[in-house]
């Protein structure tokens, strides 16, 4: 499809030439990788997925149906009530692979609220044969439920239309189907209408998947794709493929993916990438505009949904993240170039990240309950608030870069003493209870299992300044201490039932269960702690405020292998042992700890100083 103006996009292309046959032969080779990374499902998956979805559409007819009838609508009205659902993201797109979710849409009639969506239709799923697991974020930004059927993850969202009836041959591309919607439907449209609009966009479908297949693989294995910790998601990595498809319409995969990283990495941000014009449409809703929002020019890296109502889909990136995706960029560039070349295969593009191997120090936010399906909910509400603590570190003196990790790691630990529970709670895991299972405790009195969720921020300080003395302390209980109160504001937060623990951690004591098999190298010998001089020795600011302004984009430094090796200089490692953990009562969940902001300086070895913080 063309424009008006006879190309795709906002400007004219780059270049309309056919690929080169280098171009050619590198392609060949690039999807030759891509089937040796498995991206692709197998056939038997394939059937799985929309058997499933074949069930699920029925099941939403029938929620439509049921609801209908609660509402007083005759048994011909609630048939004819219909439900229908449409799928977006990845496999929409047609670039999942193995073991990916499946973005699903239920659209409703105007008489069927969220409210029913998260009470009947959530309850409906867990009596559905084949579901393993069921979780309703009703308060989301959002709103989801994320379930597993027959093995196939999927994430339902609900956009409720101002229609007494819901037709099967419904299409959602009319703006003003979006008339008379709250926020949340809009949202929840949102996703659908993007996707169909980005497949509209673009030259060739066939090469947009191809290459946004290979994007989507590196920035997973670069552990960059994550919108909630402050990097692109799935919609922004295939508007950014999509764009690069319009500069370069006649291009093939190879040529597409080397392109890509150079014109990303060399993007005057924060210029928007936009797919067309933005549009201005029948109704009173917001659409993404710098000029009326101030929150909307204080985006760094502005990628534009192309459907209306205009968003960005990076409103989360902090200005950590961009300076790591921007590094991130730069690597792709430099490999692509050698694979042009021939010096490089495509392999190298798709190595795994050296997240948990890259810093000297590490935050570790620790997550727990007492309940799984509890421990779901709290988990993710913890998670979405990483990236409001990497935007307060990033305020932290001395401090180059707080860098989140895309994912938590989620353990079960069987306890059984109230000790082993405040260790958990405390992201402390030990050998023995990693390896006991619930058979083990049966008959012991204290015995509980703890679920908890482990999320990582690395952190890269700046090296000691040429010829000063002394010891230096890096004072980040503010932004910890910040962090855990926006935490425990969540409505639903229950201090009996929820623990949250933050805590500085070096990275020679990184847990085992962060690396693949044969990934960890030795850990070094610890040094013995010398005693403190005493608790009241510290040139820490003020807790209560941030202690510097936040500091312009910089990129990322290199640090020399010997200062890799003994950390950075003259930064002495401070800890702060908490408060008494356990209560005299019985816990069936993690108890928690009071925040502690004395340090107590441990021994001269570089390393930084962070208040061990808990909810309280």
């Known amino acids: 499809m063309t424009t008006e103006t006879g190309y795709l996009g906002v400007t004219a292309p780059i270049s309309t030439a056919e690929s080169t046959e280098r171009e050619k032969e590198v392609t060949a080779t690039l999807m030759e990788e891509l089937r040796n990374q498995h991206t692709v499902e197998s056939v038997e998956e394939a059937r799985t997925r929309e058997a499933v979805l074949g069930r699920v559409a029925a099941l939403v007819k029938n929620f439509v149906y049921e609801v209908s009838l609660k509402h007083g609508l005759s ?105 008379n919607l709250d926020e949340r439907c809009v949202r929840s ?80 941000w924060p210029q928007p990438v936009l797919l067309k014009q933005i549009e201005e449409g029948p109704l009173q809703v917001r659409v993404w505009n710098p000029k009326l929002y101030p929150a909307d020019r204080s985006h760094r890296m502005p990628i534009i949904t192309p459907a209306y109502p205009a968003m960005c889909a990076t409103h989360n990136v902090t200005a950590s993240t961009q300076m790591i995706v921007t590094e991130e960029f730069k690597k792709g560039a430099d490999i692509v170039d050698r694979v042009i070349v021939g010096t490089a295969s495509w392999s190298e593009l798709f190595t795994k990240h050296d997240f948990f191997h890259k810093y000297r120090h590490y935050l570790q936010v620790t997550a727990s309950t007492g309940e799984a399906e509890l421990q779901i909910k709290w988990a993710g509400t913890v998670e979405s608030r990483i990236r409001q603590l990497v935007m307060k ?31 958990v709670a405390q992201g402390q895991i030990s050998d023995a209870i990693a390896k006991r299972t619930k058979a083990d405790t049966e008959g012991i009195e204290d015995a509980s299992t703890v679920y908890s969720t482990m999320f990582y921020i690395g952190l890269l300080v700046e090296p000691k300044p040429i010829g000063s003395v002394g010891p230096r302390k890096l004072d980040i209980s503010y932004p910890t201490t910040e962090f855990t109160k926006l935490v425990k504001m969540w409505e639903k937060y229950d201090e009996s039932q929820m623990g949250i623990f933050v805590r500085n951690i070096k990275s020679t004591v ?37 202690n510097k302004k936040r500091r312009s984009e910089m990129p990322i430094p290199t640090v020399p292998k010997e200062d890799k090796e003994s950390g950075v200089p003259g930064l002495s490692l401070s800890s702060s042992s908490a408060s008494q953990c356990l209560k005299d009562r019985d816990v069936a969940t993690p108890p928690t700890e009071r925040i502690v902001k004395a340090p107590l300086p441990l021994h001269d070895s570089p390393a930084l100083t962070a208040g061990a913080v808990a909810a309280q």
């Open 393 to 423: 570190l990033e305020y932290v003196d001395s401090l180059i870069l707080a860098h989140p990790f895309i994912k938590g790691f989620e353990q079960v630990s069987h306890c059984i003493s109230r000790e082993e529970v405040c260790q």
């Open 189 to 268: 449209l949102n996703g659908s209408r993007v996707n169909d609009e980005i497949l509209r966009l673009v030259p060739n479908v066939q090469v947009y998947r191809d290459s946004l297949r290979c994007i989507k693989l590196w920035a997973q294995r670069r552990a960059i794709y994550s919108n909630v910790n402050g990097f692109f998601g799935g919609v922004a990595w295939a508007i950014l493929v999509a764009r690069v498809c319009q500069l370069y319409p006649n291009a093939i995969a190879g040529a597409i993916v080397s392109r890509f990283f150079i014109i990303m990495y060399q993007w005057s």
């Open 510 to 546: 990184l847990p085992d269960y962060i690396f693949d098999e044969g990934e960890r190298q030795p850990r070094q010998a610890l040094k013995r702690p010398k005693p403190a001089k005493g608790p009241g020795k510290s040139n820490h600011t003020s807790p209560d405020m941030p």
């Open 75 to 179: 048994e011909a009205a609630a048939s004819a009530a219909g439900g229908k659902i449409f799928t977006f993201g990845s496999y929409r797109l047609g670039v999942h692979g193995p073991g990916s979710d499946i973005d699903t849409l239920c659209v409703v009639p105007k008489h069927v609220s969220r409210e029913d969506f998260f009470d009947v239709f959530e309850g409906m799923l867990r009596e559905l044969e084949g579901v393993t697991e069921v979780s309703g974020v009703p308060e989301a930004y959002v709103p989801i439920i994320k379930t597993k059927i027959s093995g196939i993850p999927l994430d339902f969202l609900m956009a409720r239309l101002a229609l007494s009836s819901i037709p099967d041959d419904l299409s959602l591309k009319d703006d003003d189907l979006l008339r």
